[in-house]
Every structure is written in structure tokens, then in C-alpha cells.
């Protein structure tokens, strides 16, 4: 059987295949992202001890009294450093979510041609080791979303390659989330209401914790409890612009846990993975069929959907 295992009802595929049969692999994945918008890859290559130590670091750093934190609080945008709880909103909710993140930009160096977008990032000092650990996530996830990209490139007839030079200077974030125990029982917030992710994909470690739900083809929530060491990723908004909505992206939530498991912390690490600043989004033309007329006739670049997309979720 070439899909390894099940997770829900989302595949999951083997990324060992990637260096013997990478073609197939290809369009299986495709398959994946058409039907649900979410695929789950084992042996990704992700460095155990790489993903417990950034697990590690943010923990510590939630953990630190609130006057600690807000010194670390994140600039307009929200883009690097701490945005505290009861901040960011689901586009079109009313009410906040009930989480707290951290996040953390791509390290320009020297050469940054776009300064005031691809931002430098805060590093807490009360965390040892937090820059090093996170930076160390950080790279081994933007390498591995690259392999992914080829993947999709391949699966929609895009050169294997089409998406390297396209992310390489991206303004991609890893958000570390805390999602502390629910304290009123009767809230009507949930930990992350149904939401579209913003970026090109998004790759999510800690899917082993409950919580995280889709909406499937036939309006039905399915959890997504992914079997241990995988990772889940998925489509987000400008992959669905780009491809025509031949990959959607797929609604999600995280859910607040029922009975004592309310009492519980959930921590989660998403990496929304993006295209250069400059990247024109800009409808894929074979994509585009007589069945499938082209729904985005004007195009637009990616930090300026971003930034329409960071104004409706509150965080600008
Ligand atoms: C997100 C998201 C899921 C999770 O931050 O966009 O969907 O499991 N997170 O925390
Ligand atoms: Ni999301």
C-alpha cells in the first residue's frame, strides 16, 4: 500500500519516497490536496530533538510573567515577536481566539532588499538558547516546505523547481501557539475559530495534540489527530489564488477540549510558508480552462495580500 496510513480520513503519505518515487508520490499528494486540502507525511527528516527543543524554549517563554512578555510585544503586523492573548480574530468572527503566540521571521543577514517587511526579530533573553533553538526550527522546516513545494509544483505540471527562487527570500513565519486551559467553560470563543490559512502552505508540527478539526467536502467537521512523528500540511490562500482553486484551502479550527481536558494547555507550531514579497500572485494559465475560467483577472503581490489579509484578522 503506497498511502502509509490514515490519520482521520486525511492521508498520509511516506516522504522517504521522495528520493525513489518522486513522481508518484507527486501525485498522490496532488490527490490529497484536491480532495482535502490537508496531507500528512511521515519520515520528513525533521530532527526529533530539533522540534522538542523549540517545543522546550516556547514553553519557557509562555511560562514567563505577562510584564516579561509584553517587552517582547510584536510591531504592527504582528509579524515577529509576542502578540498576547485576546488579540487576533478569524476573519468575519466577532470574538477573539483563545491563544497567545510567538513569532518568529526568516534571518536576512546583510542583504535584506525589502527592510521594512522582512523585519529583524526579538529574541527573549530570559529563554537561554531561544535564538539558536528557534532559528535552528525555523530553517529545517523552510527546507522541508521546499521539498513539499516541489511536490505540488510536480503534481499541477509546474517544473519541480518552479517555487524555489519564489520562497527563497519569503517573509515566512514560524508561530509558536499556547493555548492556555479554559478558564469560563461557558466562553463562546474557541482556541482558533474556523479560519483559512493566509500563505502558500502551511507545515504543522505538534498535529499529534487534539483539537484541530476540517471541514470536509460535505460541510462535516473531521478531526485531524495525525499518527505520532507526522506532520501535516496544507494548503493556504495564496496556493488557492495562484492554482485557480484547483488545490483549495481548506477551513480548519482547533476546538476546545471537552470535561477535565479543558484544564489542559495545548501548544501547537505552525510554519506559513511564503513567497517573496515581490511575488506577483498571479493565476496559473493552466489552470485556467473553459470549465475553470480564470477568478482572479487582476493580479496581486504576496506582501500586499498579506497585508489585506493581517488588517480583516485584527493584527494590523
Ligand atoms: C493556525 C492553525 C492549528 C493548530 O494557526 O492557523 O490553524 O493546531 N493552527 O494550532
Ligand atoms: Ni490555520
Redesign the pocket.
Known amino acids: 500500500m503506497t498511502v502509509a496510513a490514515v490519520a482521520g480520513q486525511v492521508p498520509v503519505l511516506d516522504l522517504d519516497r521522495f528520493g525513489t518515487d518522486r513522481r508518484k508520490l507527486a501525485e498522490e499528494a496532488g490527490d490529497a490536496y484536491r480532495e482535502f486540502g490537508f496531507c500528512g507525511f511521515i519520515n520528513h527528516g525533521l530532527p526529533a530533538q530539533v522540534i522538542d527543543d523549540a517545543y522546550e524554549i516556547f514553553r519557557q517563554f509562555f511560562a514567563l510573567p505577562d510584564e516579561v512578555k509584553q517587552r517582547y510585544r510584536s510591531t504592527a503586523g504582528g509579524q515577529r515577536g509576542y502578540t498576547p492573548f485576546g488579540i487576533e480574530q478569524a476573519r468575519d468572527q466577532s470574538i477573539p481566539d483563545l491563544k497567545e503566540f510567538w513569532h518568529v521571521g526568516r534571518e536576512m543577514g546583510e542583504e535584506n532588499p525589502w527592510p521594512d517587511i522582512l523585519e529583524p526579530n526579538f529574541w527573549p533573553v530570559e529563554v537561554p538558547g531561544f535564538e539558536t533553538k528557534a532559528n535552528a526550527l525555523f530553517q529545517s522546516l523552510d527546507e522541508l516546505g521546499k521539498r513539499i513545494l516541489q511536490l505540488i509544483a510536480m503534481s499541477i505540471g509546474l517544473a519541480p523547481d518552479w517555487f524555489d527562487e519564489r520562497v527563497a527570500r519569503g517573509n515566512s513565519v514560524l ?1 509558536a ?1 499556547h493555548y492556555p486551559p479554559i478558564r469560563d467553560k461557558d466562553t463562546p470563543a474557541v482556541r ?1 475559530a474556523r ?1 483559512e ?1 493566509i500563505n502558500l502552505i ?1 507545515l ?1 508540527i ?2 499529534s495534540e487534539e ?2 478539526q476540517i471541514l470536509s467536502r460535505d460541510d462535516t467537521w473531521i478531526p485531524v489527530t495525525s499518527i505520532p512523528g507526522a506532520i501535516v500540511v496544507n494548503i493556504g490562500d495564496m496556493m488557492k489564488r495562484l492554482t485557480n482553486h484547483v488545490l483549495p484551502s481548506t477551513p ?1 479550527r ?1 476546538v476546545n477540549p471537552p470535561g477535565a481536558k479543558s484544564g489542559e494547555p495545548r501548544y ?1 507550531i ?1 510554519f506559513f510558508m511564503h513567497p517573496n514579497p515581490d511575488f506577483l500572485i498571479e493565476t496559473l494559465p493552466h489552470c485556467i480552462s473553459k470549465e475553470r475560467p480564470d477568478l482572479y483577472p487582476s493580479p496581486i503581490t504576496a506582501n500586499e495580500f498579506l497585508v489585506e489579509r493581517l488588517r480583516e484578522i485584527k493584527l494590523l
Open positions: 508561530r501557539i482558533a479560519h490559512d502551511t504543522l505538534g498535529s483539537g484541530l480548519h482547533v501547537s505552525p
